[in-house]
């Protein structure tokens, strides 16, 4: 069964075209990372899925049902979205946090009962933050805030999970836990989509991988199909050497560094 298809997708910001003729699709419950280097295009896809932005033509297919047919709380229910930031200028709870993403299973009005209070201890208990329930958002860590994004993530219960940039700028402790949920998520029935920029965490983590550049897919498959050094050369522009991680025989990518050119202080 397709979980996801996006055919021939092209997206514009003003006159500018970032996004060119994208079509790819995905038949399991996976991880799969997106990489390229800045302005590829990486995050407007992401958006695009999301139904956050809409493609000036294109598809985006949820089983068959394009993903413009749904109206926008019903859409919530399959494809839940953690972008970047997140910013709260208010003083909420991580509790209160995660119940925004019950929203889409609520009519006008309505408060939330006991089955919305369930999923939500439900899904702080997953990631790891009920222990932060009663706490200020803006009391956490950048990795501690992330889980609770992710929490509410989970709330909507998703189908599939659009994570943009989930583990920049946060320490290895705390992007190797954040990976690790979404491989656990993945193998409990959610497809995971998640922007990265590490390269050798995405061959650690990801089932697939989808290269971009300029707006088009460059290449798309298993790690160890799509990590090649003539792939990254284009993309990042820089040259690497390729060696099996030791204990989990993914690809490793390794930097070759250049000697630069000397110039004279004057």
Aim: proline share 5%.
């Amino acid at each position: 069964m397709t979980i996801l298809q996006v055919e021939k997708l092209h997206f514009s910001y003003g006159k500018t075209e970032v996004l060119k003729d994208i079509s790819f699709t995905i038949n399991k419950n996976m991880i799969v990372g997106i990489v390229g280097g800045n302005g590829s295009g990486k995050s407007t896809l992401l958006k695009n899925i999301s139904g956050y932005l809409k493609p000036e033509s294109g598809k985006i297919l949820i089983g068959n049902k394009d993903i413009r047919h749904f109206p926008t709380k019903e859409r919530a229910k399959f494809i839940a979205y953690v972008p970047q930031e997140m910013p709260y200028d208010f003083e909420f709870s991580c509790y209160d946090i995660v119940m925004m993403g019950r929203i889409p299973y609520l009519k006008r009005f309505q408060q939330e009962g006991k089955e919305d209070e369930t999923i939500v201890k439900k899904s702080m208990k997953i990631t790891n933050t009920w222990i932060f329930k009663d706490k200020n958002i803006n009391e956490l860590s950048g990795g501690e805030r992330q889980r609770v994004y992710i929490a509410r993530a989970l709330a909507q219960k998703p189908s599939i999970l659009l994570m943009d940039e989930p583990i920049s700028h946060l320490d290895m402790k705390y992007q190797i836990e954040i990976l690790s949920l979404a491989r656990e998520l993945s193998s409990k029935g959610i497809l995971v989509i998640t922007v990265l920029h590490d390269i050798n965490l995405a061959s650690l983590f990801c089932d697939e991988l989808l290269i971009m550049k300029n707006g088009k897919i460059m290449d798309y498959g298993p790690p160890k199909k799509v990590l090649k050094p003539y792939n990254i050369k284009s993309a990042f522009s820089v040259d690497v050497e390729l060696i099996d991680n030791p204990i989990t025989n993914s690809p490793y990518v390794v930097p070759i560094l250049r000697k630069r050119k000397q110039f004279k202080v004057i």
